[in-house]
């Protein structure tokens, strides 16, 4: 057995989602991404004297909708603290956070894992906060240039519990939090460009020990693979080190995904005082039982919610459910589609398999697919009644349905020559004339040569210039062979 199966890994996120308000968290500055640096900047994001601060209540609402997705308790009062600290992207010299009074406690996030197994990660809170603007070292070669736009736009920060035991779980839950917040409509989710950042806290300790072993804080990780790359590296450290006799360093780790490993940025020993103390320009917000039933009552969706009714109403696989699920844009387009076609299945079919290769193959977005749902019904409907057989209409119809969307499904069936014959009288002749003209394989299938079936049915479906309806044609063929 090896080592590393002695230990077992604790993990607990940190995650800072970017709000899509549009503006800041106490202040009227737009709050837009790429606009030209340092030109969202008042005086209230500058901190300059005598400003004071408001709180956007768009942020609030988007917390509580993240709440109450959340299963989490929603505090009644909210304070606002000052976490006080001196960096060059933080003009006001501190940030305006919640301390001891964070607007979200107990929710929890839950997932399903590849091995199909349900994944509970319980949360300590969510806070609301504010960003600092953004620091470039890599534009000066020998200045780092201050963008204050970022500064002062709104984030909630999701902690979790330490209840994550490996990269594939932490992977899972980041993967759930991005679905969750775009969902809700409250972050774009973007982890490349920094909407949703996330530190990592990883500790191992001997399996069956219920004391925590030291954490190690990981930090820079830009996108979800990476940050199951760091865990990954970090298990193998800590326990390597561990194994060596050596101790583990209480400190915050930086990753580098080039390469592959984390290296030390500053020790928690040294690590900074933010003398917090309550915000005096702001009042407490009281988000009341009624305020917190108005935003209930105008919930999108959820994940989960689409997760049980695809499951138990639709009779959809897990897998499936969880492909469509997968992108909000995707459940959509489908929850639209099936207000056209009562064939769950074949919807779900249509939209994984020919819409998405055909989006891939041109690497499209759902968004930009000029072709409504509305018609992949009419096609489904042309299959269902038999009138067009489903290879015909994934390889003929839909790639010439889709150059021109405005046409009639069955027009063009017609058109194009699609329309099968399931017609049995006619279907009848064509098959009396094939086992005619091929009497002597017909006398080897009646002396127990039954594989020829096939020969035949191809003969049949050649004949009909393939507009038979298959199944029909090997029934039909079956029975002629057996009177
Ligand atoms: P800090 O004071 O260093 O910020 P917190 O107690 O606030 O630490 O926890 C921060 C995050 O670290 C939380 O997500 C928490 O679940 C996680 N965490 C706490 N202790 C451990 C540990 N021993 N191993 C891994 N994660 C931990
Ligand atoms: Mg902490």
């Given at each position: 057995m090896s080592v590393y199966n002695k230990y077992e890994t604790v993990i607990g996120l940190e995650c800072h989602v970017q709000l899509l308000t549009k503006t800041k968290m106490y202040s009227s500055d737009l709050a837009e991404?790429?606009?030209?640096?340092?030109?969202?900047?008042?005086?209230?994001?500058?901190?300059?004297?005598?400003?004071?601060?408001?709180?956007?209540?768009?942020?609030?609402?988007?917390?509580?909708?993240?709440?109450?997705?959340?299963?989490?308790?929603?505090?009644?009062?909210?304070?606002?603290?000052?976490?006080?600290?001196?960096?060059?992207?933080?003009?006001?010299?501190?940030?305006?956070?919640?301390?001891?009074?964070?607007?979200?406690?107990?929710?929890?996030?839950?997932?399903?894992?590849?091995?199909?197994?349900?994944?509970?990660?319980?949360?300590?809170?969510?806070?609301?906060?504010?960003?600092?603007?953004?620091?470039?070292?890599?534009?000066?070669?020998?200045?780092?240039?201050?963008?204050?736009?970022?500064?002062?736009?709104?984030?909630?920060?999701?902690?979790?519990?330490?209840?994550?035991?490996?990269?594939?779980?932490?992977?899972?839950?980041?993967?759930?939090?991005?679905?969750?917040?775009?969902?809700?409509?409250?972050?774009?989710?973007?982890?490349e460009e920094g909407s949703l950042r996330c530190d990592a806290n990883i500790s191992v300790r001997l399996k069956g020990t219920s004391t925590f072993g030291k954490k190690v804080e990981v930090k820079n990780m830009n996108s979800f693979r990476n940050v199951q790359r760091a865990i990954d590296f970090e298990i193998k450290r800590q326990i390597d080190l561990i194994e060596a006799g050596e101790p583990i360093a209480v400190e915050?780790?930086?990753?580098?995904?080039?390469?592959?490993?984390?290296?030390?940025?500053?020790?928690?020993?040294?690590?900074?005082?933010?003398?917090?103390?309550?915000?005096?320009?702001?009042?407490?917000?009281?988000?009341?039982?009624?305020?917190?039933?108005?935003?209930k009552s105008k919930m999108p969706i959820l994940p989960n919610q689409l997760f049980e009714r695809y499951t138990k109403e639709f009779k959809l696989s897990e897998y499936d459910a969880n492909q469509i699920i997968d992108q909000k844009e995707i459940a959509f387009y489908y929850n639209k589609l099936i207000t056209h076609t009562s064939n769950y299945k074949s919807a779900a079919n249509w939209l994984l398999v020919n819409i998405k290769s055909y989006l891939n193959e041109r690497a499209l977005t759902i968004q930009e697919l000029n072709f409504e749902p509305k018609k992949i019904a009419e096609i489904i409907a042309l299959i269902d009644s038999g009138k067009v057989s489903n290879s015909a209409a994934s390889q003929k119809l839909f790639p010439e349905m889709v150059n021109q969307p405005n046409r009639i499904a069955e027009v063009l069936a017609i058109e194009l020559d699609l329309i099968q014959n399931s017609n049995s009288d006619e279907l009848q002749s064509i098959i009396d004339n094939v086992l005619l003209k091929n009497a002597a394989k017909v006398q080897e299938y009646k002396n127990g040569k039954v594989g020829l079936l096939g020969m035949f049915v191809g003969e049949v479906m050649k004949e009909s210039k393939g507009k038979a309806d298959p199944k029909l044609a090997n029934q039909l063929v079956k029975q002629s062979l057996e009177k």
């Open positions: 991404y790429g606009a030209m640096p340092n030109t969202n900047v008042s005086v209230v994001t500058l901190g300059h004297p005598g400003t004071l601060p408001v709180v956007n209540k768009s942020a609030i609402e988007y917390a509580v909708k993240l709440g109450i997705a959340t299963n989490s308790t929603i505090r009644y009062e909210n304070q606002f603290a000052r976490k006080n600290y001196f960096y060059a992207d933080l003009p006001k010299g501190y940030q305006i956070t919640q301390d001891k009074t964070p607007i979200c406690n107990g929710g929890y996030i839950s997932t399903k894992l590849k091995d199909g197994s349900e994944l509970r990660v319980n949360l300590t809170r969510i806070h609301m906060e504010e960003d600092a603007g953004k620091s470039m070292h890599d534009i000066d070669p020998f200045n780092t240039l201050i963008d204050l736009n970022r500064a002062g736009t709104p984030l909630l920060e999701i902690v979790t519990e330490p209840d994550i035991r490996s990269g594939e779980e932490a992977y899972a839950y980041l993967t759930e939090v991005r679905k969750l917040v775009r969902y809700l409509d409250i972050c774009d989710g973007n982890m915050t780790r930086s990753f580098n995904a080039e390469e592959g490993y984390t290296f030390s940025l500053r020790s928690k020993e040294s690590a900074n005082d933010y003398r917090y103390f309550p915000e005096p320009d702001l009042q407490p917000v009281f988000i009341t039982q009624e305020y917190i039933a108005d935003v």
